[in-house]
């Protein structure tokens, strides 16, 4: 295993910020943890780039104590944290600089890892980092933490507030450097770039709600699954949700999730009731569940 922890515990005093916390990742996976804003994801990333001591449990990265090998280990990581740690008074090349220095190499001893990334900011090489779009940024930010040929790469949050195209240039990139033989550990509140993982860990409120590849992750949800509209959402929402039958009803983009205690539950019946209530151009459909809905399942399953 590349990383490899157990049953972690960190409070920040009353906050129980991680509550036992498990999980392997396999060298060369590209694994993403996933979940909401406060789930933990910053806690846990922390403690494996060895910047925070669990309370409880321990954790190895390529065999490395996280605490007791703290210094060997550092060398092995390449981290991103969420808010990029550039120098905005650095310009592009004095950053990469750096960090190259900090870990005792040079931008050419491993320009080859870097150059696909670099090259895309090697022409903004003079500019201070703190003028640099996002996008740039970012690119930077990923630049730095792989200047040292780190075996593990860990990254918090590397795509929130990024734009749609710079994402999915983001993800490719992270595939190309999977491909070179690092493994990938990345967290993410867009449940939509699970499916870009090989692996996910769902976290929410200090615990891992399931880990599985995404595929098994969305076969796992039990239920079938409605898409529901009509002209008035809102009231649509409260209707379903007074129905004795319904199961769980969440807003998701321009339709309603539902799911029914009674799985024979037909959609002529759910017609009726809404119609009867006074709903126009009522739809429903069948659809197929996404991360979005095991999660939300899952979230549920656990507050009860
Ligand atoms: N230094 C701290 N002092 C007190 N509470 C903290 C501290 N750091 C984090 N927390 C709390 O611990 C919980 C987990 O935070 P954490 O940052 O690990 O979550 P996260 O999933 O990374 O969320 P975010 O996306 O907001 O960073 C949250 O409730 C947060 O408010």
């Known amino acids: 295993m590349m990383i490899?922890?157990?049953?972690?515990?960190?409070s920040y005093g009353e906050v129980k910020a991680l509550r036992g916390v498990s999980l392997e990742?396999?060298?060369g996976e590209l694994f993403g943890l996933i979940g909401p804003d406060g789930a933990g994801k910053t806690s846990l990333i922390r403690i494996l780039v060895t910047l925070l001591k669990p309370?409880?449990?321990s954790a190895t990265v390529n065999e490395l104590d996280v605490v007791k090998d703290f210094r060997k280990l550092r060398n092995q990581i390449g981290y991103m944290p969420g808010r990029f740690s550039l120098y905005p008074d650095l310009t592009?090349?004095?950053?990469?600089?750096?960090f190259a220095t900090v870990f005792g190499t040079t931008i050419e001893e491993n320009y080859h890892l870097v150059k696909d990334i670099y090259q895309q900011i090697e022409p903004f090489k003079e500019r201070l980092a703190g003028r640099?779009?996002?996008?740039?940024?970012q690119k930077l930010a990923l630049s730095c933490a792989l200047i040292h040929a780190p075996k593990v790469l860990v990254l918090d949050e590397p795509t929130t507030g990024v734009d749609a195209v710079s994402r999915k240039e983001f993800w490719e990139m992270l595939k190309r450097l999977q491909k070179m033989g690092i493994t990938i550990l990345v967290s993410t509140p867009y449940m939509d770039e699970a499916n870009l993982c090989d692996r996910v860990a769902l976290i929410q409120d200090g615990k891992i709600l399931t880990i599985d590849t995404p595929e098994k992750v969305t076969q796992s949800f039990g239920h079938k699954l409605w898409a529901i509209r009509s002209d008035n959402m809102y009231l649509c929402i409260r209707h379903l949700r007074e129905h004795s039958e319904s199961d769980s009803v969440f807003a998701f983009g321009e339709y309603l999730h539902v799911t029914w205690k009674d799985q024979d539950m037909q959609a002529d019946e759910m017609e009726k009731y809404l119609s009867d209530l006074g709903h126009t151009n009522v739809e429903v459909k069948r659809t197929e569940p996404g991360i979005e809905d095991v999660f939300m399942d899952l979230m549920q399953k656990h507050d009860n």
Do not use: A, Y
């Not at 090349?93 to 750096?98: L, Q, R, V």
């Open 132 to 137: 640099l779009s996002g996008g740039m940024k």
């Open 55 to 57: 309370d409880v449990g």
């Open 4 to 10: 490899s922890v157990g049953n972690i515990e960190k």
């Open 25 to 27: 990742v396999k060298e």
């Open 92 to 98: 592009v090349e004095e950053n990469m600089t750096f």
